[in-house]
């Protein structure tokens, strides 16, 4: 027979030599262990979820075609800007992999967003007791003599052979040094590099991005948490059926262990099993059955917590400016390729005369609706910022923005009236697809007035000091720097003052929102 099988064969007569182990898993450790895997599991087919949106992961924040270091597509980019966008690049999973699956991002990182908070929550609890308890002794190693342990360790199971249960008092070396390297570094790791994603916390804080070397950087060390945990839990679930089986499915069943419950302890952990696995399946089938429904839920499920964290961050780079003209990057992800002729004639009449004719409406609940020319916009204020955007497929450029500021524009059209509280901008581009399946419409966004307002958020009539190329959004597109690129309405025709993005569109806030899922709240 096979050495390990052997191994686990002879440990239930192991429990009755010396090495009896006396130590017990507590009620406690046993219920945040379940949480942890049901919650784990969701993070992990959440994030493939967003990872299939842009399946490259880089160490430098211009994310240059060519300069990953790990991809997971066969599609090569050209250098030519727009060429192939990053809508181009985005990859359809089965639901049975990723969580909802079927190119779905917006509900995969809403989803990604309320695991983390009960991960998090749970996580608290685990440590708060594993210290309280004194429990923390059985994961943190006191002495380096551990390391020499653990090599030792890892050898026996490289020679296919269990170390044997004496050694596990209650954990051995590898044992131990791999629990301690999963609760103690990779879950912190998690934890430091998330907020790094998000345009607000990167807004706000630039040093928080660049502590790591840059955004990217940040978001290839989560890849890596991640692959760590996905190679831990096989592992270490392959290891409790292995080695020593009847000892650890008693423990982790009863709490202590109990040779004459081995066969009820196996059920109930392999039933368990079935049943996280089925819930995760569940997730996504109840997720995709009314995409609708499932965005209003999930999102609204993430709002306490954003709203005492990235709701407060208003952007300061072009204060603070953390980037200056050498971090411009050569090259800039394109999201969606000039309207054509036949979406927008109106638009191509207008660019063939290089936009001469273009009048920017600005409307809506405001005392004084006017139009303006380009050089009327010109000539009221200019500000230029270098920023980083980042789309919530996740890649970022960083380039140089010049226009006038939403609220020097909004200073031109009188008083806007106290019930107004969103700015609607609306693009001579089309959608790519709505939700229901009806024709295109115009591309729209809606920003609320606070985040108009800002510092930052600018309509954008250069990029890099030259006047706006079609791709990027000419004649004007908006910038505002504490949301994801997908509110960084291109090709801009009119600015509205409205009540409520409930009122326009399908009601959810934007394009994005209405036919992608994604959140009117875009900071994180
Ligand atoms: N009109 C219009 N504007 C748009 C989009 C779009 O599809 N239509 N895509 C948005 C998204 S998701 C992103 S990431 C940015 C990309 O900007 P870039 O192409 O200038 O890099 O444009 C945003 N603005
Ligand atoms: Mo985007």
């Known amino acids: 027979m096979h050495p390990l099988i052997l191994a686990a064969a002879h440990s239930a007569a192991d429990l009755s030599e010396q090495c009896v182990d006396t130590n017990t898993f507590p009620l406690w450790l046993r219920v945040t262990h379940l949480i942890n895997f049901l919650f784990m599991g969701m993070l992990i087919r959440s994030g493939i979820e967003i990872i299939a949106s842009h399946p490259r992961f880089y160490l430098n924040d211009h994310c240059t075609p060519g300069s990953e270091w790990i991809r997971f597509t066969r599609d090569k980019v050209p250098m030519e800007e727009g060429a192939f966008t990053a809508r181009d690049d985005q990859r359809s999973l089965s639901p049975v992999i990723a969580l909802p699956g079927r190119a779905k991002i917006g509900l995969g990182r809403a989803w990604h967003g309320i695991a983390t908070s009960f991960w998090m929550l749970n996580g608290l609890v685990y440590v708060v007791l594993l210290f309280a308890t004194g429990a923390w002794r059985r994961l943190v190693p006191t002495t380096w003599q551990i390391l020499p342990d653990a090599w030792d360790s890892l050898l026996t199971y490289l020679h296919l052979r269990a170390p044997s249960l004496c050694d596990f008092t209650p954990y051995d070396a590898l044992q131990q040094l791999g629990y301690f390297t999963i609760v103690f570094i990779a879950a912190p790791l998690m934890i430091i590099t998330g907020p790094a994603m998000s345009p607000a916390v990167v807004g706000r804080f630039p040093w928080y991005a660049k502590m790591f070397g840059g955004r990217q950087v940040a978001r290839s060390l989560h890849f890596l948490g991640m692959a760590l945990y996905l190679a831990f839990a096989v592992v270490h679930v392959g290891l409790v059926f292995i080695v020593h089986a009847p000892h650890n499915l008693t423990h982790i069943v009863f709490g202590h262990d109990d040779p004459n419950r081995v066969g009820q302890a196996y059920v109930t952990v392999i039933a368990t099993i079935i049943v996280a696995v089925a819930l995760w399946l569940a997730q996504s089938y109840w997720t995709l059955a009314d995409l609708r429904r499932s965005q209003r839920i999930l999102w609204n499920a993430t709002r306490w917590i954003r709203r005492v964290t990235v709701d407060r961050l208003a952007s300061r780079q072009s204060i603070a400016q953390p980037w200056t003209e050498k971090d411009i990057s050569p090259f800039h992800w394109v999201n969606t390729r000039t309207p054509s002729r036949e979406e927008s004639p109106e638009y191509h009449e207008l660019a063939a005369n290089d936009f001469r004719d273009f009048r920017l409406e600005v409307s809506g609940m405001v005392s004084r609706p006017a139009t303006f020319s380009l050089d009327e916009l010109r000539e009221i204020a200019t500000q230029s910022q270098i920023t980083m955007h980042t789309c919530m497929q996740g890649w970022t450029g960083i380039a140089k923005w010049t226009g006038i500021r939403v609220r020097d524009l909004l200073g031109q059209v009188g008083d806007i009236a106290p019930e107004a509280g969103w700015v609607m901008f609306e693009s001579f581009g089309m959608a790519q697809h709505m939700h229901d399946g009806r024709p295109v419409e115009p591309y729209y966004t ?77 900071r994180i």
């Open 446 to 522: 809606c920003l609320p007035l606070a985040m108009a307002m800002e510092d930052d958020t600018l309509l954008a009539w250069a990029r890099n000091d030259e006047p706006l190329s079609g791709m990027f959004g000419a004649p004007l597109r908006l910038r505002c720097e504490t949301g994801h690129g997908y509110k960084m309405v291109k090709w801009v025709r009119s600015v509205s003052l409205i009540r409520d993005y409930r009122e326009v569109g399908d009601g959810m806030g934007g394009t994005r929102e209405d036919s992608g899922y994604q959140d009117v709240n875009a």
